[in-house]
């Protein structure tokens, strides 16, 4: 059986993912557990699990972060982002991690199981005996770990693919091609390789999916193939170099297409609100609306079609978020964070910081201290 750490600041989720998926059906097993993490690696530790899946915010040490340090640790251990946010920021830092898949929230059990099916290939093979699968997990002793480590790094060239793409610019394609011909030094199939290769592709679906557009309008190649299938079923360097410029050339022509809707003008409007009034006790979504001068239940509307979540949903997130700043600033009395950023009642606060992060403020200040 492969090992499974879960990391997650939410405990529902965390028995959701627990509960709800036969892992040994699929040949995993759930090792251990982590709300966040600090947590996550003495787990990791004592356990040495094969597949860690990582919710991206958490307390004390994000995602994006602990996937370098497990990397660092366990060369060979899978990584696979779970988050509620699809943020594009994200997937870009993602990639420079080496993870090799993102799943976004909510999402159900065939998405899960088919993630788990694209990921098996990088999982070490257990068939060795308990020395070889620790040698896996730690990435002693593979010729792939050594290619893995000759490799360039990419980072300039996926800033430049970001940043092409955010200004409508042709020449991502260029950069798109500078890309892979850095990476032509390695055999086609070479696992480091194949993973920076998928991360390419998650930066244009996840772009355009951001945007609105659906996997079959950014590529439709005529087959019954995921995108990422599509990709793994090229045989050279060639034919997938053509394929990813292709699927980009197709991401840029969409989106200059794209003028602001009426909605999404409204929703933007609506944020710009929201980050200028979170401190208000008082805030509402009534408010959020009349300070945009349109109906509430119209903005709500709006507000989940756009997001994916409520008016409410968002200005405690904001809330939290900004509260997380001010403590890691330190020397601030918990009630005047609780004031600052909209909330009356420090107990209150408390609660639903705890909600949010898993520990309370008191219990974040102290843990960040030492």
Known sequence: MYKVMIVDDEPLFRDFLRLKMDWQRLGFEVCCEA??????????????????????NMPFMDGIELAGKLKD??????????????????????VRTGVQDYLLKPFNEAEMTEMLERIRPKL??????????????????????????????????????????????????????????????????????????????????????ER??????????????APYDRLKACVSWDEAEEWLTALYRRVIQLTED????????????????????????????E?????????????RRVFRKE???SIVDHVTHIRMKKARELLLGGNRRLADISESVGYADPSYFSKSFKKRFGVTPTEYEQLVRK
């Open 307 to 309: 997001s994916g979540h």
């Open 212 to 225: 609105g557009f659906s996997y079959s309008r950014v590529w439709d190649s005529g087959e019954d193939k």
């Open 287 to 299: 408010q959020v609306a009349g300070g945009v001068f349109v109906d509430s239940s119209y903005l």
């Open 258 to 285: 794209v003028k602001p809707t009426k909605a999404s003008n409204l929703f933007n409007a609506a944020i710009r609100y929201i980050e200028q009034h979170y401190a208000d006790a008082e805030l509402s979504a």
């Open 73 to 94: 640790r366990f060369e060979r251990i899978v990584i696979v982002f779970i988050s509620g946010h699809n943020e594009f920021e994200y997937v870009q830092k993602a």
């Open 124 to 209: 070490p093979r257990l068939s060795g005996g308990r020395e070889a699968v620790q040698q896996a997990a730690d990435g002693s002793g593979t010729a792939e770990h050594a290619s893995g480590q000759d490799m360039p790094e990419l980072g300039s060239v996926r800033d430049a693919i970001v940043l092409g793409l955010r200004m409508k610019d042709a020449d991502v394609l260029e950069e798109v091609r500078k890309a892979v011909s850095q990476l032509r030094g390695s055999t086609w199939g070479d696992e480091y390789a194949d993973a920076m290769m998928m991360g390419l592709l998650s930066l244009a679906l996840t772009f355009a999916g």
């Open 35 to 56: 709300r966040n993490g600090q947590e996550a690696l003495v787990e990791a530790e004592k356990h040495r699990p094969h597949l860690a899946l990582v919710d991206i």
